[in-house]
C-alpha cells in the first residue's frame, strides 16, 4: 500500500523552527518527485514547495521563500520541510504527496501534520 | 501563474440529485498532446484531499462513475450524476500544467440538504 506518513508539526512561538519530515512506503520514491501543501484552518490548499526525483530542482512559494528549505533522502525514503522565521501566518496542516508525472496530478497525501505558529 | 476560480462556493444537494461544480483557469490548461491539465480533488471532512479526476476526465482507481470531469482550454465541470451522503466535503481543481507553482480553486463545498 502506499504511503505517506507526515510527523513533527507541534507548537512554535513567532520567529522560531521547526523540521517536518514525512515516511514513504510501498513505492520507489527516489523515482518521484514530491511537494508540500498546506491548509490554514477553515481555509482551502496553498502549495508550499517542490523537489525534483534528484533534489535537482526545488522551488518553492513566494510566502516561505527565504525562510523554508525542502529536501529528501532516499536512502531513507524520506522527505523533509525546514521551516524557520515562522510567522502566525504558517499555522495550518502540513501535507506530503507524491507527484505523478504521467498523469500530472498529486496522489496520494498523507494524512498530515499540524503546525502552531502562537506566542 | 495560473489563477483557477471555482463556482459555486457552497453547494446543497439533494441526496440523488445531481450536482455540477465550474473550474475556469487563467490560461488555456491545453497541452499540445491534447491533454488538458487539469485535475479534481475531494477532501471528506477530517481526512486528507483524495485524487477524483486527472487530465480533464481519466477516473481515478476507485472513484464511483457518478463521477465525471469535462471541458477544455480554459472551462471545466465536475458533475455527480446523483449525490450521495458519503459525497459530502470540498472538491478542488487544480492545474497542473504549468508547475510549480501548483495552483488550486478556492474550493466548494457540497453538502446534504
Same mark, same amino acid.
Given at each position: 500500500?502506499? =504511503? *505517506? ?13 521547526l523540521?517536518l ?9 527516489s ?7 498546506? =491548509? ?15 533534489s ?22 524520506s522527505?523533509y520541510?525546514q521551516m524557520?522565521? *515562522? ?19 498529486i496522489?496520494?497525501?498523507? =494524512?498530515?501534520? *499540524? ?5 | 501563474?495560473?489563477?483557477?476560480? %471555482? ?6 444537494v ?32 477530517? %481526512?486528507s ?13 476507485? /472513484? ?18 446523483? /449525490? ?5 466535503? /470540498?472538491? $478542488? ?8 507553482? $501548483? ?7 457540497l453538502?446534504?440538504?
Amino acid at each position: 500500500e502506499v =504511503q *505517506l506518513v507526515e510527523s513533527g508539526g507541534g507548537l512554535v512561538k513567532p520567529g522560531g523552527s521547526l523540521r517536518l519530515s514525512c515516511a514513504a512506503s510501498g513505492f520507489t520514491f527516489s523515482i518521484y518527485s514530491m511537494i508540500w501543501v498546506r =491548509q490554514a484552518p477553515g481555509k482551502g490548499l496553498e502549495w508550499v514547495s517542490f523537489i525534483s526525483s534528484s533534489s535537482s530542482y526545488i522551488s518553492y512559494a513566494d510566502s516561505v521563500k527565504g525562510r523554508f528549505t525542502i529536501s529528501r533522502d532516499n536512502a531513507k525514503k524520506s522527505l523533509y520541510l525546514q521551516m524557520s522565521s *515562522l510567522r502566525a501566518e504558517d499555522t495550518a496542516v502540513y501535507y506530503c504527496a507524491r507527484v505523478d508525472s504521467v498523469l500530472s496530478s498529486i496522489d496520494p497525501w498523507g =494524512q498530515g501534520t *499540524l503546525v502552531t505558529v502562537s506566542s | 501563474d495560473i489563477v483557477m476560480t %471555482q463556482s459555486p462556493l457552497s453547494l446543497p444537494v439533494t441526496p440523488g440529485e445531481p450536482a455540477s461544480i465550474s473550474c475556469r483557469s487563467s490560461q488555456s490548461l491545453l497541452h499540445s498532446n491534447g491533454y488538458n491539465y487539469l485535475t479534481w480533488y475531494l477532501q471528506k471532512p477530517g %481526512q486528507s484531499p483524495q485524487l477524483l479526476i486527472s487530465l480533464g476526465s481519466d477516473r481515478a482507481s476507485g /472513484v464511483p462513475d457518478r463521477f465525471s470531469g469535462s471541458g477544455s482550454g480554459t472551462d471545466f465541470t465536475l458533475k455527480i450524476s446523483r /449525490v450521495e451522503a458519503e459525497d459530502v466535503g /470540498v472538491f $478542488y481543481c487544480m492545474q497542473a500544467l504549468q508547475t510549480p507553482p $501548483y495552483s488550486f480553486g478556492q474550493g466548494t463545498k457540497l453538502e446534504i440538504k
